[in-house]
């Protein structure tokens, strides 16, 4: 009995310890090193362009940007492409701050990218400003882009 009593409190330990490895946590979207040397980098040439006509639109649904946002924060993203076309989500794209840092991959290895758009649960972001640089296309290769500015609080 008391063997069996030992084997049981190791066992309910053992699976406490996993439980808590399976939680799952932020990931860390940007660092703090990316967000200082954006800040500090001069504003990026950009030409003046035209919307294009029937390019695909992005709406952000989350995080709301009419106050400071806590982090971590849920990114939720909705692409709307024209009547008469579709989202190719292959053609996602993310850029950060001035440097224009390519973090595309780090939102597709946690949240996965459809025509609808993507959805991540808790992304981790340091304190500041923030710039997200938003790009997705269609199958006539219409290309829509949004600047997403927002402040972590």
């Known amino acids: 009995m008391m063997r069996w009593c030992s084997w049981l409190q190791k066992s309910v330990l053992a699976l ?3 439980a808590s490895a399976i939680h799952v946590q932020a990931f860390e979207l940007v660092s703090v090193q990316e967000l200082q040397a954006s800040l500090a980098a001069a504003e990026p040439l950009t030409a003046k362009t035209a919307v294009v006509p029937g390019a695909p639109q992005i709406e952000i649904v989350y995080p709301k940007l009419d ?4 982090s971590p924060t849920a990114i939720q ?3 709307v492409p024209a009547a008469s076309s579709v989202v190719r989500p292959e053609t996602f ?3 950060y701050g001035r440097l224009r840092i390519d973090i595309t991959q780090r ?3 946690v949240a996965k990218v459809t025509a609808e758009g993507i959805t991540v649960k808790e992304a981790s972001l340091p304190k500041g400003t923030h710039r997200l640089l938003i790009s997705i296309e269609d199958l006539q290769g219409r290309q829509g882009i949004k600047s997403l500015d927002f402040e972590i609080k």
Do not use: R
Request: aromatic share 6%; proline share 6%.
């Open 67 to 70: 106050t400071p946002v806590a």
């Open 16 to 18: 406490g310890l996993c």
């Open 77 to 79: 993203l909705m692409f």
């Open 93 to 95: 794209k993310v850029l």
């Open 107 to 109: 939102l597709i290895n």
